[in-house]
Each structure stands twice: as C-alpha cells, then as structure tokens.
T-cell receptor
Framework: DVKVTQSSRYLVKRTGEKVFLECVQDMDHENMFWYRQDPGLGLRLIYFSYDVKMKEKGDIPEGYSVSREKKERFSLILESASTNQTSMYLC????????????FGPGTRLTVT | AQSVTQLDSQVPVFEEAPVELRCNYSSSVSVYLFWYVQYPNQGLQLLLKYLSGSTLVKGINGFEAEFNKSQTSFHLRKPSVHISDTAEYFCAVRGKTSYGKLTFGQGTILTVHP
C-alpha cells in the first residue's frame, strides 16, 4: 500500500512565524503535490514537483514556497504565516506525470493566530 | 484550463435510498475525470475514474458514474446508500495534456441518516 505521511495533524502558529509542513511518501513516486482545502472551495493546488529539485507553481502559490531535496520528501514553507493561511493542507503523490491516481496524506490542520 | 462545478454542497439522504451527486466540468481539451471521497479526519481516496472507453464507470463501495460528453457532466450514483457512506465527495478533472495537475470541485457533503 502507498503511504503518504504528513508531519503533524494539527499545528498552531503565530502570525509572522516561519512554518514548515513536511510530507513523506514511501513508494518512490516522482510527482508530489501540496493542496489547501477550505470549506466551499474544494482543494486548490499550491505547488507541485515532478522530480527532485524541480517545482512548479499551482493555482495559489502566493505566500508559499516548497523544497524537494529528496525524492520521498516534499516540504511546504510559509515564510511569514498570516491568518488567511489558516486551512487544511493536504499532500499527495503520484507515480509519474501520466499516472491517473494521486495518493493523499491525512492532512495538517494549520491555525495561524 | 479546466473548471469543475459540483451542483450541491450538501445532500442528505436516508439509509438504503438512492443518491446522485452532480458534477459538471468545463475544458477546452479532452479530459480525464475522477471522483474522490474524504471520510471524516482522513485524506482523500480515489472512488473511480474515467479515462476512455465505456462511459459508465464502476468504482469501489458500489458507486458508479456516467460520463456525458455532450452535457459535460460526470454524475456519481449509488442505488442504495449506507450510513458508512457519510463523507465529502470531490469531483476532479484533468486535461489530457495537463500532466499530473488535477482541478477539484467544491465538494459535496453526503449525510446518510438512519
């Protein structure tokens, strides 16, 4: 079974803090994704990566950056957290760019106060 | 670019009743279509997908969906729901040239009452 894990289920940070969200997959997948999920808006793609050290902006990259130094790990960084970044963050992975199925982690609920 | 509209934000039904969750999409290119389910406090998992061929697609847990190209729809159905089907359901689309990039709908919360 593919396993995608996220470092925290719940996280509370203060405005202005630098926040790291970590995601690890154990199936040697090339593609990894970061989404945020908000009620009534569904999932929106923040960034994705199709190879180590490669990244592409999704639909809402502003205020976020990412890092992929190893194939199995994809980090989402909030350089200076703001209250409008309070959300559920979901990581996903897929075998390659043609793959039809994305495997999701359990999510990190981030609250910025 | 693609977009997805899920026409109902919440659908309440009684156990053993049939259910249909509606999804319409917009795209300038040919697409692949997906339904994902999210149970409380969990990530998303794939229910079913349409890639090509037969327009009626069967998925896990007794769900099925029908691709209608002329109406640009991909509605999800189940003939008899269970309490355990209570979850949020997401329709998603991917352009055939948009490698790996999914666009999701807003989600439909299905609540099954006893």
């Amino acid at each position: 079974d593919v396993k995608v894990t996220q470092s925290s289920r719940y996280l509370v940070k203060r405005t202005g803090e630098k926040v790291f969200l970590e995601c690890v997959q154990d199936m040697d997948h090339e593609n990894m994704f970061w989404y945020r999920q908000d009620p009534g808006l569904g999932l929106r793609l923040i960034y994705f990566s199709y190879d180590v050290k490669m990244k592409e902006k999704g639909d809402i990259p502003e205020g976020y950056s990412v890092s992929r130094e190893k194939k199995e790990r994809f980090s989402l960084i909030l350089e200076s957290a703001s209250t409008n970044q309070t959300s559920m963050y979901l990581c996903a992975s897929a075998f390659d760019r043609v793959a039809y199925e994305q495997y999701f982690g359990p999510g990190t609920r981030l609250t910025v106060t | 670019a693609q977009s997805v509209t899920q026409l109902d934000s919440q659908v309440p039904v009684f156990e053993e009743a049939p259910v249909e969750l509606r999804c319409n999409y917009s795209s300038s290119v040919s697409v692949y279509l997906f339904w994902y389910v999210q149970y409380p406090n969990q990530g998303l998992q794939l229910l079913l997908k349409y890639l090509s061929g037969s327009t009626l697609v069967k998925g896990i847990n007794g769900f099925e969906a029908e691709f209608n190209k002329s109406q640009t729809s991909f509605h999800l159905r189940k003939p008899s729901v269970h309490i355990s089907d209570t979850a949020e359901y997401f329709c998603a689309v991917r352009g055939k040239t948009s490698y790996g990039k999914l666009t999701f709908g807003q989600g439909t919360i299905l609540t099954v009452h006893p």
